[in-house]
């Protein structure tokens, strides 16, 4: 069955400094990957996809994610934090061979930004 | 993007009742989903909501325990039945467009006492 690793629970950071939040998932020939983000008391909402296409995407704020097949990785990164980036991070995999679209998440990275 | 939102948005209840967690979306999907957010965890997928039949559910989470109907394309209900203090946790529904993007209600907060 598939599976999703964030290496890290916490991740913490001074501001402006560069961060990378680190995930694996199980091998698949097909996948969709995700990454949300859910700030303090909010709902989930989704960061950035990778469905096709270019292996690298990119959200509107700035984090960018790289799809690596043969690593089986889409770790997320950001140049350079801001206090607002403060919040919890899924990385999440729907396995298109055997899932269909159920969307199984990663336990969550807690991005801890500091001034 | 669906536009998806619950009610209620967070409930206290006494153990041993149950509560209903009713899903709107704004617009007809084919796919609909509950998850489960317990205090400080992940999500972890309970069924997959089936239009005009049974609920597909993970292993782990049983119809009798959380029974869900789902009337039509834009509307999907959530029971926790037999409420004890180890399902107090955040309920979320969820819905997959057909362009794969997958996007979550607010949430349902319950608290069981």
């Known amino acids: 069955a598939q599976s999703v690793t964030q290496l890290d629970s916490q991740v913490p950071v001074f501001e402006e400094a560069p961060v990378e939040l680190r995930c694996n998932y199980s091998?698949?020939?097909?996948?969709?990957l995700f990454w949300y983000v859910q700030y303090p008391n909010q709902g989930l909402q989704l960061l950035l996809k990778y469905l096709s296409g270019s292996t690298l995407v990119e959200s509107i704020n700035g984090f960018e994610a790289e799809f690596n097949k043969s690593q089986t990785s889409f770790h997320l990164r950001k140049p350079s934090v801001h206090i607002s980036d403060t919040a919890e991070y899924f990385c999440a995999v729907r396995d298109l061979d055997t899932g269909g679209f159920k969307t199984i998440f990663g336990a969550g990275t807690r991005l801890f930004v500091k001034a | 993007s669906a536009v998806i939102s619950q009610k209620p948005s967070r409930d206290i209840c006494q153990r041993g009742t149950s509560l209903t967690i009713q899903c709107q979306v704004d617009?007809?999907?084919?796919?609909m989903f509950w998850y489960r957010q317990q205090p400080g965890q992940s999500l972890t997928l309970i069924a997959t909501a089936n239009q005009g039949s049974e609920a597909t559910y993970e292993s782990g989470f049983v119809i009798d325990k959380f029974p869900i109907s789902r009337p039509n394309l834009t509307f999907s209900t959530l029971t926790v039945s037999n409420m004890s203090p180890e399902d107090s946790s955040i309920y979320l529904c969820s819905v997959v467009e057909g362009s794969g993007e997958q996007y979550f209600g607010p949430g349902t907060r319950l608290t069981v006492t």
């Open positions: 091998s698949s020939v097909s996948v969709y």
């Open positions: 617009s007809q999907v084919t796919m």
